[in-house]
């Protein structure tokens, strides 16, 4: 019997619509509508108390990440067979690859003014883990909505709902750019057996 024709007891909490534990396949989302000058001025200044923090947020962002989603770790050689988050939180493997992700992510927030530039960092990293990595890139859209998870909860005087759903947009659209550059790699496979 799959986990999807037993329901849980109490239903698990949920990352943009999917289930801690559980990948879905999915097709491409619709493209976002562009942000507007005040969301994009909203994002970066948010940003800013975040990043002065960043390898701390991100270690936070990983751990939780592995944690919820363990099946995300077989991409991950150097700390595959963690189980701990505190043996996590000391590895310079995991710290290194977590300033990576604020990194990327920094370089999309300080260039939100350069449409061009954004694309291409986003096509970079999607393709690196569409060709190199082969990362299903639904875990793109979960990690997405742990970064949006961690900021909230670390930076609640930052983050109020109204800012939240700016943030979503723009994660929504980072989404969009990394899955357009799988698909411009022909990556045909979404698969829901990586749990």
Excluded at 55 to 74: C, H, M, T, W, Y
Excluded at 98 to 127: F, I, Q, W, Y
Excluded at 130 to 140: G, L, Q
Aim: net charge negative; charged share 25%; with cysteine.
């Amino acid at each position: 019997m799959s986990r999807r024709e037993s329901p849980p007891p109490s239903p698990p909490p949920q990352v943009l619509g999917v289930r801690r534990g559980e990948v879905e396949p999915d097709d491409r989302p619709e493209r976002a509508e562009p942000l507007s000058d005040a969301e994009r001025e909203i994002i970066q200044d948010t940003w800013g108390h975040v990043y002065k923090n960043c390898e701390d947020v991100g270690v936070s962002v990983l751990i939780r990440f592995f944690v919820n989603f363990p099946s995300a770790k077989q991409y991950f050689s150097q700390f595959h067979d963690m189980e701990d988050p505190e043996e996590m939180e000391r590895s310079s493997q995991l710290r290194h690859h977590a300033c990576r992700v604020m990194n990327a992510l920094n370089t999309v927030v300080v260039n939100l003014n350069d449409p061009e530039k954004v694309t291409a960092v986003l096509a970079l990293v999607g393709k690196a883990h569409a060709i190199k990595h082969k990362v299903e890139p639904m875990y793109f859209k979960i990690l997405s909505g742990v970064i949006l998870e961690v900021m909230a909860e670390d930076f609640p005087e930052f983050f109020p709902v109204e800012v939240q759903m700016v943030w979503t947009k723009l994660m929504g659209a980072v989404y969009w750019h990394v899955t357009g550059a799988y698909t411009e790699v022909g990556w045909l496979q979404v698969s829901s057996s990586a749990v």
